[in-house]
């Protein structure tokens, strides 16, 4: 069955970096956009970053933009969350998701992904 194990998270202090890694199992990865979110209590889960399933087009939540980069790797299945100059506002957690690049009609909307990540707790402290 299909599996996104994500990984990575941690505690950390302001102005600190994580990077979290999202491995995928079960699927053809490289037929496959992949997105992060993250959560926090009480809240709606919501967009961080998208990548499309070649790595050539990526998108950006406007709160993590020029902070966050998204990155794929087809050959080891697994997509990363590159994130700088953390914040306390960044503590979360964050999911991996994943749809069929032949149905992608947006990237910033959770229902539109398939398969979700377990979850991986950032936190960051100031």
């Known amino acids: 069955q299909v599996q996104l194990v994500a990984s990575g998270g941690d505690l950390v202090q302001a102005g600190g970096s994580l990077r979290l890694s999202c491995a995928a199992s079960g699927l053809t990865f490289s037929n496959y956009d992949m997105g992060w979110f993250r959560q926090i209590p009480g809240k709606e889960r919501d967009f961080i970053a998208g990548?499309?399933?070649?790595?050539?087009?990526?998108y950006y939540a406007d709160s993590v933009k020029g902070r966050f980069t998204i990155s794929r790797r087809n050959a080891e299945n697994t997509v990363y969350l590159q994130m700088n100059s953390l914040k306390p506002e960044d503590t979360a957690v964050y999911y991996c998701?994943?749809?069929?690049?032949?149905?992608?009609?947006?990237?910033?909307?959770?229902?539109?992904?398939?398969?979700w990540g377990q979850g991986t707790q950032v936190t960051v402290s100031s």
């Open positions: 998701a994943a749809q069929l690049r032949y149905t992608t009609r947006d990237y910033y909307t959770a229902g539109e992904y398939r398969y």
């Open positions: 990548i499309n399933w070649s790595g050539v087009s990526t």
